[in-house]
């Protein structure tokens, strides 16, 4: 008998479909839960204390209702802050997400790199530790931004994109010294992807942008290889902590999940 147990994603919102998304596309047939703490939307704007308290508590209710294989903590600013205390409390394979320093770091030429997350996420030390072992000859600038949440959660409830908010955003990042030679920005926060065209259209210059989606897809894959998957797709689960927005539905049946639920 084939194991239906789920690949649960956990964020705050809807940014973890942008780690969903290669991952189906690595595992078609696997069976997915990607769960949304939209009563405790957004994670930026949190204290540590009440983000490390509240991923772990979370995540435990989720585990005990979906019983998944592994859990993927689809969140820059739960990964850096709760990671640790999400593996001390839960007995399952916990596979967190960081900023894409160290493929940035590969790639850029100018040896300038931005950093665009969320504020909780840019002042973390583990960037500071990322970019020691990854980027330690770049020159690396963070700049931190709650309106490209909002801006990326809109977008999937079909709202028409704000140009000038995304310059502004940008903004942040190249209006730092040293900010124009940017070429590569690294999207910490995995609402950011959602909206990777319109930050694309609203750069002052071409640059790359790169996230950790794909990497963590990879890493899941290798996590699961040895295990059984379903012959086909069941429906995906997409589980808020808040009453489901209506508005998301078209957008998440375009991942996949087509059941919503409340936790």
Same mark, same amino acid.
């Given at each position: 008998?084939?194991?239906?147990?789920?690949?649960?994603?956990? +964020?705050?919102? =809807?940014?973890?479909?942008?780690?969903?998304?290669?991952?189906?596309?690595?595992?078609?047939?696997?069976?997915?839960?990607?769960?949304?703490?939209?009563?405790?939307?957004?994670?930026?704007?949190?204290?540590?204390?009440?983000?490390?308290?509240?991923?772990?508590?979370?995540?435990? #209710?989720?585990?005990?209702?979906?019983?998944?294989?592994?859990?993927?903590? @689809?969140? &820059?600013?739960?990964?850096?802050?709760?990671?640790?205390?999400?593996?001390?409390?839960?007995?399952?394979?916990?596979?967190?997400?960081?900023?894409?320093?160290?493929?940035?770091?590969?790639?850029?030429?100018?040896?300038?790199?931005?950093?665009?997350?969320?504020?909780? %996420? =840019? *002042?973390?030390?583990?960037?500071?530790?990322?970019? @020691?072992?990854?980027?330690?000859?770049?020159?690396?600038?963070?700049?931190?931004?709650?309106?490209?949440?909002?801006?990326?959660?809109?977008?999937? *409830?079909? @709202?028409?994109?704000?140009?000038? #908010?995304? #310059?502004? =955003?940008?903004?942040?990042?190249?209006?730092?010294?040293?900010?124009?030679?940017? +070429? =590569?920005?690294? &999207?910490?926060?995995?609402?950011?992807?959602?909206?990777?065209?319109?930050?694309?259209?609203?750069?002052?210059?071409?640059?790359?942008?790169? +996230?950790?989606?794909?990497?963590? @897809?990879?890493?899941?894959?290798?996590?699961?290889?040895?295990?059984?998957?379903?012959?086909?797709?069941? $429906?995906?689960?997409?589980?808020? %902590?808040?009453? $489901?927005?209506?508005?998301?539905? $078209?957008?998440?049946?375009?991942?996949?999940?087509? #059941?919503?639920?409340?936790?």
């Amino acid at each position: 008998m084939a194991d239906d147990r789920p690949i649960l994603f956990f +964020d705050s919102g =809807v940014g973890g479909l942008s780690v969903l998304a290669p991952t189906r596309a690595l595992l078609p047939s696997a069976p997915l839960v990607y769960a949304a703490d939209s009563a405790g939307f957004p994670y930026g704007t949190r204290s540590e204390d009440e983000i490390a308290a509240r991923v772990p508590a979370l995540l435990g #209710r989720l585990a005990e209702r979906y019983r998944p294989r592994l859990i993927v903590i @689809a969140c &820059n600013t739960a990964s850096t802050i709760a990671l640790a205390h999400v593996r001390a409390a839960l007995d399952v394979p916990i596979v967190g997400t960081v900023p894409a320093i160290k493929p940035a770091a590969a790639v850029s030429q100018s040896r300038v790199i931005g950093v665009l997350g969320t504020r909780a %996420t =840019v *002042r973390q030390p583990y960037v500071d530790d990322l970019t @020691a072992r990854f980027a330690a000859d770049c020159t690396v600038l963070r700049h931190g931004s709650a309106d490209l949440v909002e801006l990326a959660e809109a977008k999937l *409830r079909g @709202a028409a994109p704000d140009p000038a #908010r995304f #310059r502004a =955003v940008l903004d942040g990042l190249f209006e730092q010294p040293g900010g124009e030679r940017i +070429d =590569v920005i690294v &999207n910490a926060c995995t609402h950011f992807p959602l909206v990777a065209t319109e930050l694309a259209a609203a750069a002052p210059h071409p640059v790359t942008f790169v +996230d950790g989606g794909p990497g963590i @897809a990879r890493r899941i894959a290798h996590l699961t290889q040895e295990m059984d998957w379903p012959a086909q797709a069941s $429906p995906g689960i997409a589980v808020f %902590t808040a009453t $489901p927005d209506p508005a998301l539905a $078209p957008a998440l049946a375009g991942y996949g999940l087509t #059941r919503l639920e409340t936790l």
